[in-house]
């Protein structure tokens, strides 16, 4: 696209919506014919590892749309009101890849030295 700001929220936008359907396989209902019955343990267990198996391209298809949403941001230098999500979204994907905006800029331990003392009032 043309615009910077327009790419960058084409992204995160992708990443939200892929997102959004990996939570909804992940917190969907097990149907009833899975949870009773003989074994249904054994059934809810081998139902939610498929279901995870089948979510996970879902979830590296949002974390690639969320770094190509930072990624971008940071290359056009535009996107300040898509990159903070981007991050936030990211982080909960994958922790490893987007650090927590805390972690990366910390608070300093030292006060700011002062720059400039004006005179006093007479």
């Known amino acids: 696209m043309k615009d910077a700001d327009s790419t960058i929220a084409a992204a995160a936008r992708l990443g ?21 019955g003989p074994f249904a343990n054994d059934k809810v267990a081998v139902y939610c590892d498929k279901l995870r198996e089948v979510a996970k391209p879902l979830a590296e298809r ?30 909960l994907l994958a922790p490893e890849k987007f650090p927590d905006a805390n972690e990366l800029y910390a608070a300093s331990a030292e006060p ?4 400039a003392v004006e005179p006093a009032l007479r």
Do not use: D, N, Y
């Open 62 to 91: 949002a974390i690639a749309a969320f770094e190509a949403c930072h990624v971008k941001a940071i290359e056009l230098g535009a996107g300040e009101a898509w990159t903070p999500t981007c991050r936030r979204e990211g982080h």
């Open 16 to 36: 939200q919506t892929t997102q959004v359907v990996w939570r909804a396989l992940l917190v969907g209902e097990v149907p009833k014919s899975i949870r009773t």
């Open 112 to 115: 700011a030295p002062l720059l």
